[in-house]
């Protein structure tokens, strides 16, 4: 995971509630110099505390003012997660302080996403691959191993049988090609310079690099892993302005809606995306890879759904509309991101 999204979410952690212990009250405000009276400055609105106090005592004072009752995470999490667009509506409206700032919230739960997502990856297919060359008795080469990264990537959980038939497969390819190779005649000699010869050499360099970095993956998949562990979150930033975008061109009619109506929107939406499949994660783990396929069949287009009616009051036939045209714009937007995402890691390895 990115050290600079890592060091923005954990910066993001103090003051989530109205807690803190005020031990400048009394004192001139550090900020403008006004007596501070009371918790907060009358001028600057900056709370009278310094957190100068042992880390584990901000830590459980963190822990404890979010935990609490009246705490802002409290009022914030049930009305994100069980009442579709109404936090937005109310942010909107100017009832903003009784609840985690939009931003903070969208870092938060990023943060959790991203930890216990690759957590779930590199434990899944670290455990697979070893499991699976334990049972050959040897490594696999670098042409098995391609092949059963392959699969996996595209299998949550694999059978025994099936991998075997993967593994043969590419044996058998790998025989092929082997002897297809040794049959053919030499390559005729390479053809004297020419016009295009610079950009062939920089078109070679590039494709000697790219592959480079495949084999380096194929023989050690955690260091693509890692790389992707870097890339992900900052890409994933992205998806935040593409969808305010979306939002604004579908809401462009409506006057009364402007672009600070779509961010907030967008980032509650992006928060609770997170917050679900992270126990999306958690159950498909323990229940079976059934429960990932029913949240993003059903229950994300369900919440995107009632999310715009909630945020902006749309009737039902319009937030089904705009749902369908939103998926799609994620949809392409994703595989472009992912795209991305394997080119920079490759490069990055």
């Known amino acids: 995971m990115s050290d600079e999204l890592e060091a923005a979410g954990l910066a993001s952690v103090g003051a989530l509630s109205a807690g803190g212990t005020a031990d400048l009250q009394g004192q001139p405000c550090r900020n403008c110099g006004v007596m501070v ?61 009784r609840y985690v ?19 779930f990856i590199n434990t899944n297919g670290v455990n697979a691959l070893s499991q699976i060359e334990t049972g050959e008795g040897a490594e696999l080469d670098a042409g098995e191993r391609a ?22 497969n590419a044996r058998a390819s790998a025989a092929a090609e082997a002897e297809e190779g040794a049959a053919s005649p030499e390559a005729s000699e390479p053809v004297e310079n020419t016009e295009d010869s610079s950009i062939d050499d920089e078109s070679d360099e590039f494709g000697e690099r790219l592959e480079g970095a495949v084999q380096r993956t194929i ?20 998806l935040v302005p593409l969808t305010i975008l979306a939002l604004a061109l579908m809401y ?58 909630g945020a902006y009051g ?23 991101l992912l795209f991305a995402l394997i080119v920079l890691s490759l490069l990055a390895v």
């Open 37 to 97: 009276k009371h918790r907060y400055c009358p001028n600057c609105g900056q709370l009278a505390a310094s957190f100068h106090r042992p880390f584990y005592a901000l830590i459980a004072e963190t822990v404890s003012d979010s935990l609490a009752l009246d705490g802002r995470i409290a009022r914030t999490l049930p009305m994100l997660l069980f009442r579709p667009g109404k936090l937005s509506r109310e942010y909107s409206e100017g009832r903003r302080a």
């Open 101 to 119: 700032p939009p931003f903070r919230l969208f870092l938060l739960s990023s943060l959790i996403f991203y930890f216990v997502a690759f957590a």
């Open 147 to 168: 092949a059963v990264l392959d699969y996996l990537a595209q299998n949550e959980n694999f059978d025994e049988d099936e991998l075997e038939r993967v593994i043969e």
């Open 219 to 238: 023989d050690n998949p955690r260091i693509f892993t890692t790389a992707a562990e870097n890339w992900a979150p900052r890409l994933s930033l992205l």
């Open 252 to 309: 462009a009619w409506r006057r009364s809606i402007y672009i600070y109506d779509n961010a907030i929107h967008a980032l509650h939406l992006h928060s609770w995306i997170y917050l679900s499949s992270t126990l999306a994660f958690g159950l498909s783990a323990l229940l079976g890879g059934w429960v990932a396929g029913l949240y993003y069949s059903l229950a994300l287009p369900i919440y995107t759904m009632f999310s715009m009616r």
């Open 314 to 336: 749309t009737g039902y036939v319009q937030a089904f509309l705009r749902m369908v045209t939103l998926s799609f714009f994620w949809l392409i937007s994703l595989v472009v």
